[in-house]
């Protein structure tokens, strides 16, 4: 995230390619989040803080 930052401000500076890093540093903070919050939730699970998820029968 940080990174993200940092690139933005090179961009908004005029540095062009600073945009593609601004990109894929965005990108990667997401990802990251997700899979962080992803884990958090099997942790929870296997805790038992969380149920599991079942299917519904129709």
Same mark, same amino acid.
């Given at each position: 995230?940080?990174?993200?930052?940092?690139?933005?401000? +090179?961009?908004?500076?005029?540095?062009?390619?600073?945009?593609?890093?601004?990109?894929?540093?965005?990108?990667?903070?997401?990802?990251?989040?997700?899979?962080?919050?992803?884990?958090? +939730?099997?942790?929870?699970?296997?805790?038992?803080?969380?149920?599991?998820?079942?299917?519904?029968?129709?």
């Amino acid at each position: 995230m940080w990174a993200a930052i940092d690139f933005g401000r +090179t961009a908004r500076g005029g540095d062009s390619q600073a945009w593609w890093f601004l990109a894929v540093a965005s990108l990667g903070a997401v990802v990251c989040l997700f899979l962080s919050l992803m884990l958090v +939730t099997l942790l929870l699970r296997k805790l038992g803080v969380l149920e599991e998820r079942k299917p519904h029968k129709h």
